[in-house]
């Protein structure tokens, strides 16, 4: 049986059409943006859905389910959108809706983008046959999901999992949550490019600082100047692998997973990220002596992950 997986983002949602090998055979995006009230959204989302389905010549028939996956805070259970930042959508009772403007009265699940993500690299991806993995995936914030013996840990009507708001530094920088020193805080690519500025500032010699005049600030930039050995993008680097990876440990320490994924545009790094990272983990988690070393890797599905993961809601 196929499902429809529906990765929504704060710019567009990106439907595909999921088979059972775990992989899109047919996909197609819309525009998403703050300014469309509620009404709309849903409207929008249910034209995707159709035309996904007439690009492959199918109907609503064909498919077992859809799931949809938002950047934002969901009552899975409840199928209501709780708060989205990006998004124009508050306590919205978006199954019900979807399902009424779609007439679809087969399974339809939300949730979380995180969690979708971690399901579908547990299932199909980098964490493939582990039962208990941590995923980050590392963008604007921090977004986390946990499996943990084999479930999906989302907290009292799935306000859990929120990793990147927990502290790293009380009192510490400014997060966007309203917040002191969150872990995104310090870890997210935000807060990398933040370190990357700040350290040009200080160093307004340095090979960074002439490579960022060149190419403006990313979160690629201090990794490749640190791999050149300039002395400043070094600092930077090995500082935020330091928040990055003490982060990891924290949650290590609580879940003790076989794995952790990550995710996210700073993930491409490879191994000048991963390396050091699994490195600060084998040296910095409780009971590294006694217990199975826990892998760090990279998460493999790139940005389909939302998508199949969306689609796998409906397998639960
Ligand atoms: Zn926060």
Redesign the pocket.
């Known amino acids: 049986m196929k499902y429809i997986g529906i990765d929504i983002g704060g710019m567009s949602a990106k439907a595909g059409l999921v088979n059972e090998l775990g992989e899109i055979v047919a996909k197609r995006t819309a525009e998403t943006d703050k300014g469309t009230d509620t009404v709309e959204f849903i409207a929008n989302m249910v034209h995707l859905t159709v035309d996904l389905l007439t690009d492959c010549s199918l109907t609503l028939d064909d498919i077992g389910g859809i799931g949809l996956g938002f950047p934002g805070s969901i009552a899975d259970e409840a199928g209501v959108v709780r708060y989205c930042c990006n998004l124009n959508l508050k306590n919205v009772e978006f199954v019900k809706l979807f399902r009424s403007g779609l007439d679809f009265q087969k399974t339809i699940k939300i949730s979380n983008d995180a969690n979708c993500a971690v399901l579908a690299e547990a299932r199909y991806g980098g964490a493939k046959g582990s039962k208990d993995v941590l995923m980050f995936t590392i963008g604007t914030g921090i977004g986390t999901g946990i499996i943990s013996g084999g479930h999906l840990i989302t907290g009292n009507i799935s306000a859990g999992s929120e990793g ?2 927990t502290t790293l530094f009380v009192g510490g920088e400014q ?3 309203g ?1 002191k020193g ?1 872990f ?2 310090y870890a997210s690519a935000t807060a990398l490019i933040n370190q990357t500025k700040a350290a040009v500032l200080k160093n307004p010699t340095s090979l960074l600082a002439e490579a960022v005049e060149k190419g403006g600030l990313n979160g690629k930039v201090a990794f490749d100047c640190a791999e050149k050995g300039d002395r400043a993008a070094m600092e930077v680097v090995d500082r935020y692998i330091k928040y990055l990876g003490e982060g990891i440990v924290n949650f290590c320490n609580i879940f003790y997973p076989e794995i952790v994924l990550i995710g996210g545009g700073v993930s491409n790094q490879g191994d000048s990220l991963i390396k050091p990272l699994q490195s600060y983990v084998d040296t910095n988690v409780y009971g590294k002596e006694y217990n199975p070393k826990i892998k760090v890797s990279k998460a493999t599905l790139g940005n389909d992950a939302g998508i199949i993961g969306a689609s796998l809601l409906c397998t639960l």
Do not use: L, T
């Open positions: 990147g708001h997060c966007g949550c917040r969150c995104e805080a």
